[in-house]
């Protein structure tokens, strides 16, 4: 049976199971649709936690915050009792729940807005406050007086409920469809927005947002330098993800009738934690099955085993187990699950493998085989035509940095520092470790903000530009210690690095009108074309720390050039390679200068690369340049002997370079 | 003094090591030279048992040391210098070196030997309060070696200490590297840089992925085909 089959066996047989367990429950008296229809509520919630800590990897301890948010939305608004001005006219279930999705996702944008600063610890702890502040708010607004002065504008306003809550809230309306007194139309109801969900959220996870998010939560500084804007890209992971709990949390207040403040303490954002940690974050899969066995072992496995273990006991006349309440130690037993979960499964029930798989021999065979060199024919066709110099581009110098200063506290980093990059030329900085190299590196792609000093690419300013408006603007980066997202493919990595060339817009992702599917097939296609002219061409689905150093190094270049750069910074881009790899990435720079004009500033420790391949060469010392020339004239400098070239490797790279 | 013999170590299902026997004799540098990926950095994590060899054994002094703990190897005598310097960023540079020595129980000892390393590298001195998370990066091999000889180590393995490192810096290091055996500690020296290891070595091993492939005194490689063909980058 081919694999296709299979796999359209296996979805009919899930379809066909859904369809038909709420009456095979009802033929066997099982009586289990309610607890199960809660489940899925649950499933619902973790997903929409899974977008912010599976996808973007943002850790959030406080997401029943935004599912109160949803619950008290639809209750407020949708509730005939309460004493507001709102109140008395309920509105329509089909109207709120689309409203309280709303103030879910705005909601998510207004917390979301002050963390995006901090990131790990920092953040979680701010989640975790403000999943503590939501269920106290809720609580103090059931009595809400304002006093300026003697003038009273609202008096003992009941907003909330209180500590009581809200009850009733209404139920949904259709038609002849008993929502009142069967748990079966509410079951094809969360059936319906759950598995809407889960196509959306798949489909997500295949975008360009989604590749968005996940390179932020790989690294975020790459991600940025690589033309995502962490910003928004985080925002919307937010909001995205608050706005599933909104879903959730009306559906759950209508379903209920009731909710009071107790429902979203603390407790269920480790609940829903744990469901998305249990199942195996990132992966719908996994985040499905892990909500599900979760909220059917508290609401049918505990309580039937009690029963069962109550019988027994009553009949062999033990009284302890007679008395026994095992829904007491549901926490005991999540705990113990998560425990074991971590020992055994770290990434989860259905999460993805990490540890590489590759064959017993096959690294012996690749590993030998030398890269092969860079050829003019594999210079991918679109890359050729996005950088073919436009009517734009008249100026000479591409990039032009004057006076450039950087302090940090009291360490001049760099200290008027002047630097010019001819268009199409190769430029090398070079000089002692500590001299200020990668810190030039990083004000240039605006990690890290000059103090004075000017700075244009093309003639427009970049100081106050963050890293991926730079990116956008042409200029790409690799990094001293490779940065690469390694849990995500090499085909993944490159296609980030297309990100900010794309258009795709959350709709345009889930819906993916013949537009966007056209953007998407040929991101793909250029993507593969990069590979392959660098040389990975058949490791497109290897995650990329599973690759061999040298394919790291080359698999950066590859994502630098995807951003379709004009001008291209590489930091030690021969940093532990042997010769022969050294003499492949030299040939491929000289390449993309000659035939596309870019341009590159080239930080180099290994004076045969430099030294060989530089049209010009500043030298740095202690923040400040100390020369600039030919590469001759640079190899006679004296200051540049003293305190970089040394004695030795003067004769050293003759020899290298001298023809033999 | 240290024996490999016949060491095979996978990591999952991959062979890195697929049968290295080499030796170190008292008072030597032997490098262990060999592209990326070849082995060079599982040969000394199986050395200090960071990872366990499926098959074959370790002995140093004569002793089986592949079952023991890393923690206990280092108390025999083995320190390492680990590729990418992996220096205790947000501690200072006095912090970092004092914990080489965590294993040693002598004080007057370590205070000797805290001098040996500042005269060593004069940098380290003028930076001992400093945060090792901003030295630069040959500051930080320097820590990094530094750190390594505080356990007053009988061998030393230096994995990669020229990575990233200026011609100038790479050259002062060599002659570290040399004055340190001078003084008495055997170093087993994994490189990149095989011209610099070769010139400072007695003996070498070339690595091809995870046989020894070469072996021989460090001049006569220098002068091997394969050698300067691959390692060299001589045509």
């Known amino acids: 049976m081919s694999a296709t089959a299979r796999r359209a066996i296996g979805w009919t047989a899930l379809v066909a199971g859904l369809l038909l367990y709420p009456f095979l429950d009802r033929a066997l008296g099982l009586q289990t649709v309610h607890a199960v229809s809660d489940g899925m509520i649950y499933v619902l919630l973790a997903l929409g936690l899974n977008i912010v800590v599976g996808y973007a990897g943002l850790l959030d301890l406080g997401y029943a915050a935004f599912f109160a948010i949803g619950a008290y939305a639809m209750g407020l608004l949708n509730s005939p009792v309460l004493g507001s001005p709102l109140y008395g006219h309920p509105w329509s279930f089909w109207l709120?729940?689309?409203?309280?999705?709303?103030?879910?996702?705005?909601?998510?944008?207004?917390?979301?807005?002050?963390?995006?600063?901090?990131?790990?610890?920092?953040?979680?702890?701010?989640?975790?406050?403000?999943?503590?502040?939501?269920?106290?708010?809720?609580?103090?607004?059931?009595?809400?007086?304002?006093?300026?002065?003697?003038?009273?504008?609202?008096?003992?306003?009941?907003?909330?409920?209180?500590?009581?809550?809200?009850?009733?809230?209404?139920?949904?309306?259709?038609?002849?469809?008993?929502?009142?007194?069967?748990?079966?139309?509410?079951?094809?109801?969360?059936?319906?927005?759950?598995?809407?969900?889960?196509?959306?959220?798949?489909?997500?996870?295949?975008?360009?947002?989604?590749?968005?998010?996940?390179?932020?939560?790989?690294?975020?500084?790459?991600?940025?330098?690589?033309?995502?804007?962490?910003?928004?890209?985080?925002?919307?992971?937010?909001?995205?993800?608050?706005?599933?709990?909104?879903?959730?949390?009306?559906?759950?207040?209508?379903?209920?009738?009731?909710?009071?403040?107790?429902?979203?303490?603390?407790?269920?954002?480790?609940?829903?934690?744990?469901?998305?940690?249990?199942?195996?974050?990132?992966?719908?899969?996994?985040?499905?099955?892990?909500?599900?066995?979760?909220?059917v072992?508290?609401?049918?496995?505990?309580?039937?085993?009690?029963?069962?273990?109550?019988?027994?006991?009553?009949?062999?006349?033990?009284?302890?187990?007679?008395?026994?309440?095992?829904?007491?130690?549901?926490?005991?037993?999540?705990?113990?699950?998560?425990?074991?979960?971590?020992?055994?499964?770290?990434?989860?029930?259905?999460?993805?493998?990490?540890?590489?798989?590759?064959?017993?021999?096959?690294?012996?065979?690749?590993?030998?085989?030398?890269?092969?060199?860079?050829?003019?024919?594999?210079?991918?066709?679109?890359?050729?035509?996005?950088?073919?110099?436009?009517?734009?581009?008249?100026?000479?110098?591409?990039?032009?940095?004057?006076?450039?200063?950087k302090r940090f506290g009291g360490v001049v980093a760099l200290h008027e520092v002047d630097l010019v990059v001819p268009r199409g030329s190769i430029i090398g900085l070079i000089g002692p470790n500590g001299a200020g190299k990668t810190t030039f590196f990083n004000v240039v792609t605006g990690l890290v903000r000059p103090d004075s000093g000017r700075l244009t690419f093309e003639g427009a300013s970049l100081v106050g530009l963050r890293p991926n408006a730079i990116v956008a603007r042409g200029?790409?980066?690799?990094?001293?210690?490779?940065?690469?997202?390694?849990?995500?493919?090499?085909?993944?990595?490159?296609?980030?690095?297309?990100?900010?060339?794309?258009?795709?817009?959350?709709?345009?992702?889930?819906?993916?009108?013949?537009?966007?599917?056209?953007?998407?097939?040929?991101?793909?296609?250029?993507?593969?074309?990069?590979?392959?002219?660098?040389?990975?061409?058949?490791?497109?689905d290897d995650l990329a720390r599973n690759l061999p150093y040298g394919d790291q190094r080359r698999l950066e270049i590859a994502r630098a050039l995807a951003t379709e750069p004009r001008l291209l910074l590489l930091?030690?881009?021969?940093?532990?390679?042997?010769?022969?790899?050294?003499?492949?990435?030299?040939?491929?720079?000289?390449?993309?200068?000659?035939?596309?004009?870019?341009?590159?500033?080239?930080?180099?420790?290994?004076?045969?690369?430099?030294?060989?391949?530089?049209?010009?060469?500043?030298?740095?010392?202690?923040?400040?340049?100390?020369?600039?020339g030919t590469p001759a004239e640079i190899q006679r400098h004296p200051r540049v002997i003293e305190a970089y070239l040394g004695t030795g490797s003067e004769q050293e790279s003759a020899a290298r370079t001298a023809p033999r | 003094m240290l024996q490999l013999a016949d060491v095979h170590t996978y990591y999952g299902n991959i062979r890195a090591l697929r049968g290295v026997s080499l030796s170190v004799e008292r008072g030597e540098i032997v490098t262990l030279i060999g592209a990326t990926g070849a082995g060079k950095t599982t040969t000394l994590k199986t050395i200090l048992g960071t990872v366990r060899p499926r098959r074959g054994t370790v002995t140093f002094d004569g002793r089986r040391v592949d079952t023991l703990g890393t923690d206990r190897i280092v108390r025999l005598g083995i320190a390492q210098s680990p590729e990418g310097r992996r220096i205790f960023p947000r501690m200072s540079v006095l912090e970092n070196l004092e914990l080489g020595a965590f294993a040693r129980p002598d004080r007057d000892g370590i205070t000797a030997d805290l001098e040996r390393v500042f005269t060593l590298f004069p940098r380290l001195r003028e930076r001992v309060t400093q945060k090792g998370g901003t030295l630069s990066g040959g500051e930080q091999q320097m820590l990094a070696i530094g750190r390594a000889l505080m356990a007053r180590p009988a061998l030393l393995l230096l994995d990669e200490p020229s990575m990233g490192l200026s011609p100038i810096l790479v050259e002062t290091i060599f002659r570290i590297v040399q004055d340190i055996n001078r003084q008495g500690t055997t170093i087993l020296l994994v490189e990149q840089n095989a011209r610099m290891a070769l010139r400072v070595a007695h003996r070498g091993y070339v690595i091809q992925t995870g046989r020894i492939v070469l072996h021989d005194a460090a001049g006569e490689l220098l002068r091997s085909d394969l050698v300067r063909k691959t390692y060299l980058g001589e045509k």
């Open chain 1, 96 to 295: 709120c729940i689309w409203l309280a999705a709303a103030m879910s996702a705005l909601l998510g944008l207004v917390i979301g807005a002050p963390t995006l600063r901090v990131r790990g610890d920092y953040l979680a702890i701010i989640t975790l406050g403000f999943g503590e502040i939501i269920p106290v708010a809720i609580r103090n607004l059931g009595d809400v007086t304002i006093e300026i002065g003697g003038w009273r504008p609202v008096e003992r306003l009941n907003l909330t409920g209180g500590e009581n809550g809200v009850n009733p809230v209404g139920r949904p309306y259709l038609p002849g469809v008993p929502f009142e007194t069967d748990p079966v139309p509410w079951y094809f109801l969360i059936l319906v927005i759950g598995a809407a969900s889960v196509w959306a959220m798949s489909r997500l996870h295949d975008s360009r947002l989604g590749r968005a998010w996940m390179a932020i939560r790989e690294d975020e500084t790459a991600a940025d330098c690589t033309g995502v804007n962490p910003v928004s890209t985080k925002l919307l992971a937010f909001a995205l993800g608050a706005s599933f709990s909104g879903f959730a949390g009306s559906i759950y207040a209508a379903k209920l009738q009731a909710i009071t403040p107790g429902a979203f303490e603390f407790q269920v954002s480790i609940m829903l934690l744990c469901m998305v940690v249990l199942g195996g974050a990132g992966s719908l899969r996994g985040v499905v099955l892990g909500a599900m066995l979760i909220t």
């Open chain 1, 297 to 405: 072992f508290d609401r049918v496995v505990l309580s039937q085993t009690t029963f069962l273990v109550r019988g027994i006991g009553r009949t062999l006349g033990v009284p302890a187990l007679a008395a026994l309440d095992l829904t007491l130690w549901r926490w005991f037993f999540f705990g113990l699950g998560l425990v074991l979960v971590m020992l055994l499964r770290p990434q989860g029930l259905a999460g993805r493998r990490t540890s590489p798989i590759a064959p017993d021999d096959a690294d012996e065979v690749t590993a030998m085989e030398p890269s092969p060199p860079p050829r003019v024919e594999s210079i991918p066709g679109w890359l050729r035509e996005q950088l073919a110099p436009g009517p734009a581009t008249r100026e000479a110098a591409i990039l032009q940095v004057q006076g450039l200063t």
């Open chain 1, 475 to 540: 200029i790409a980066r690799t990094f001293q210690s490779i940065r690469l997202f390694p849990h995500m493919t090499v085909l993944e990595n490159v296609l980030v690095g297309e990100h900010c060339r794309l258009a795709a817009t959350v709709a345009g992702a889930v819906l993916r009108p013949p537009s966007v599917t056209a953007e998407e097939r040929r991101a793909r296609e250029r993507a593969r074309a990069l590979l392959a002219f660098v040389g990975l061409a058949g490791k497109a």
């Open chain 1, 571 to 628: 930091d030690e881009p021969t940093a532990g390679m042997n010769p022969r790899e050294t003499e492949t990435l030299t040939n491929l720079i000289g390449l993309l200068r000659r035939e596309l004009a870019l341009s590159v500033l080239l930080i180099e420790h290994d004076m045969a690369v430099v030294m060989g391949i530089s049209d010009r060469i500043t030298v740095l010392d202690y923040g400040t340049r100390i020369a600039e």
